[in-house]
């Protein structure tokens, strides 16, 4: 290819960062704006142009769905050589040869999970765990990992950090030690142990890293603001003391702090690399202009200065985004009086978008936990809407995709030359694929999807090819290959429903971003500035995710006829347009329908001290209307005849005290003093069940304290 033909069709920023071939170089790119066709087309350049040598390319991005997508791009270009893996696959690929002369005899099985070996440790220790605690010791250890912690150095590391359910950090660092030694005993490494196993060969054996460093002369890394601390320190040695290295991110899209990625490396990059050419992208391909301005609103209106949550590196400006689109559609935004009524009518709309011609996989419910995702199962269950919940069965693992490439790599060996496109339908018609969707839900339903998927592809696949033939039946089945060694999924027909971290990377024609409340966005356990930051962050990567159509949405109340205790988050205030605020969704059957006769929902702004008037950060102090070390308004006696009550009350039920109401809430209903049922149910921690079960005690206690 020509360099023109290559350069052709690219904006001018994206053509500044194609051309420019040699030296260091950062891309700042913002969600949308060609970042993936801008650094594919400079490596295509490179190639064609005898700058780079394919083969001694390397290019790193995190998740094998983009590397993926890069190999195929890259192919298209000309470029079939270059090498694109996540950095585990690279690690990986080079443990695995240099394991025999670094270390000698054959290198240790690689664990999938994790959870089995934690819970042996945990029963080493004749401790107990249950599920969600081994999960949450499992995602501690990768984090301690990345962060190149060992079990001595943890328990410093970790002050400052949320607890690992009510476990101390000493009893967190005996486990990780306990689970290094399950693994040593059973000759396994874990994920973490690639990177770091890598890193400490390349560091010991110079004629090692010399051999990289002669395979590999230029290197290329995707989502950089995502980098943990053991990523770039292998990073680093890839490179060396060369500086041929384009890296590309947006701090703005940063969302997996807990995990140990920080923006550092992304920020000082220039510091790093003084002749480092920065080139930023700002023109927004993906989104409507209603879509970008939201995007773009939501971060300009968090104006001091952000501080990163493990350094004292400022934030940078966000990037600006401008739409290139036409205009769109309005975004919506819709209040509900509890979750059933919003993922009812959120399936009701979903089921108008696909009767009228949507693609149900052009569209996503996008949600802040995992936890959420069940009434919205449940809602388009019972629309007649097939869904997908992305992070579950890996695709390829499925018994009907096993079958179907048996198949086809056997027609592949007599049938080779054969066109993809039409050949593989065909094949796939004699274990059950039908042109037409069966009527019938279940796993008959998903059958087909799986296989209607792999049909999908081979179409897309024979028409992506301009410059040749269609793609052959034996090309598809190397394609398919290749994807299941990286599990590069195609994707399947239905609603994607999956949390917003998991849906960092793709897009979506119609995106419903649901469950917006206090609590669960920002979540209840973001408890500093850096905390809501990262919030924040998280919501404006889900917003950036729709093309087309947008539809934000929070409920008042968990299920129907609870008291409606929920406010919206926090992140809507001055998004929502005034109307929003002001009117509910009445209608729990799934009505689109705004009712101007339900009560107005008061607009939510921050609490401040009762005292000092300062804007209250963490939950505690919000629950108590004050700063924790400003003096306290409440009579002492009043608050141990409170504590009293608690003690007696949760022995009679055997149950903690916390449980009965925590130490906040009998401070704020100390200091509140309310005297009537209502006044109490408006304080923080007071639910609709305590109410009914303690209310009349506890007003009977400040009753007997107002008369002494």
Aim: aromatic letters at 6%.
């Amino acid at each position: 290819m020509s360099e023109e033909r290559i350069l052709a069709g690219l904006d001018e920023e994206q053509r500044e960062v194609a051309s420019n071939l040699s030296g260091p170089m950062c891309v700042l790119a913002g969600a949308g704006t060609g970042k993936t066709r801008a650094i594919t087309h400079r490596i295509a350049l490179g190639v064609h142009s005898g700058v780079y040598v394919q083969q001694q390319l390397l290019a790193v991005t995190f998740t094998a769905r983009a590397a993926g997508e890069m190999r195929t791009r890259l192919r298209e270009l000309g470029a079939p050589l270059v090498q694109a893996r996540t950095f585990h696959s690279a690690a990986l690929r080079q443990l695995q040869y240099f394991w025999p002369q670094a270390v000698g005899g054959s290198i240790p099985q690689l664990v999938d999970h994790k959870a089995p070996h934690i819970a042996e440790a945990v029963r080493r220790l004749r401790l107990s765990a249950d599920r969600a605690l081994i999960r949450d010791l499992a995602s501690e250890i990768e984090w301690a990992k990345v962060s190149m912690l060992t079990a001595d150095s943890y328990v410093k590391a970790a002050e400052g950090r949320a607890r690992v359910g009510d476990l101390e950090p000493q009893t967190v660092a005996r486990l990780f030690s306990a689970y290094e030694d399950v693994k040593k005993d059973r000759v396994l490494i874990d994920f973490e142990d690639v990177l770091l196993l890598t890193v400490a060969i390349l560091e010991e054996d110079p004629r090692i890293l010399g051999e990289i460093h002669r395979q590999y002369r230029h290197f290329t890394v995707d989502e950089y603001q995502d980098v943990s601390p053991l990523q770039e320190r292998l990073l680093k040695l890839w490179v060396g003391d060369r500086n041929e290295l384009c890296v590309v991110g947006d701090a703005s899209q940063t969302i997996y702090s807990f995990t140990g990625a920080t923006p550092r490396h992304l920020l000082e990059f220039s510091k790093t690399y003084p002749d480092a050419k920065v080139v930023r992208l700002i023109r927004d391909y993906r989104s409507t202009p209603q879509v970008v301005q939201l995007a773009n609103k939501l971060l300009e209106s968090r104006r001091i200065e952000r501080n990163m949550p493990d350094a004292d590196v400022r934030w940078p400006q966000p990037l600006h985004l401008v739409s290139q689109r036409e205009s769109g559609r309005t975004v919506e935004f819709k209040e509900f009086p509890d979750d059933e009524a919003e993922a009812s009518s959120i399936a009701a709309r979903i089921k108008d978008l696909v009767d009228h011609g949507t693609s149900a996989r052009d569209i996503a419910i996008l949600l802040r936990t995992n936890g959420q995702t069940e009434a919205y199962e449940r809602a388009l269950s019972a629309a007649g809407l097939s869904y997908q919940l992305r992070g579950g069965e890996r695709f390829f693992q499925r018994n009907e995709i096993r079958e179907a490439m048996m198949l086809l790599r056997a027609a592949a060996k007599t049938r080779s030359g054969e066109p993809a496109s039409g050949t593989v339908a065909e094949l796939l018609m004699s274990i059950g694929y039908s042109a037409q969707a069966p009527e019938s839900g279940g796993a008959t339903r998903e059958r087909w999807e799986s296989l209607s998927a792999l049909v999908t592809l081979s179409e897309e696949l024979g028409d992506a090819t301009t410059e040749g033939p269609a793609a052959s039946l034996g090309q598809f089945v190397a394609e398919m290959e290749a994807r299941a060694a990286t599990q590069h999924a195609p994707q399947v027909e239905g609603v994607t429903v999956a949390s917003l971290h998991s849906a960092k990377g793709l897009e979506w024609g119609a995106v419903f971003l649901a469950g917006l409340s206090e609590g669960l966005l920002p979540i209840s356990f973001a408890k500093d500035q850096a905390g809501y930051d990262e919030e924040r962050r998280l919501l404006y990567v889900g917003i950036t995710r729709a093309r087309d159509f947008l539809h934000l949405s929070w409920s008042l109340a968990r299920t129907p006829g609870g008291r409606a205790h929920r406010t919206p988050s926090r992140f809507l205030d001055g998004l929502r347009p005034q109307k929003a605020r002001m009117r509910r969704e009445d209608d729990a059957a799934g009505s689109a329908s705004l009712s101007r006769s339900a009560p107005r929902a008061k607009a939510r702004g921050p609490v401040r001290c009762r005292t000092c008037g300062k804007v209250l950060d963490t939950p505690a102090e919000r629950k108590l209307k004050r700063c924790l070390d400003c003096p306290a308004s409440y009579d002492e006696a009043l608050l141990d005849a409170l504590k009293a009550w608690r003690l007696e009350t949760s022995r009679a039920a055997e149950v903690p005290a916390y449980v009965v109401f925590t130490d906040a809430t009998l401070m704020a209903i100390a200091e509140d003093s309310p005297e009537t049922m209502e006044a109490l149910s408006r304080i923080s921690g007071v639910g609709e069940s305590k109410l009914e079960r303690f209310g009349e005690q506890v007003l009977g206690i400040l009753k007997e304290h107002v008369a002494e």
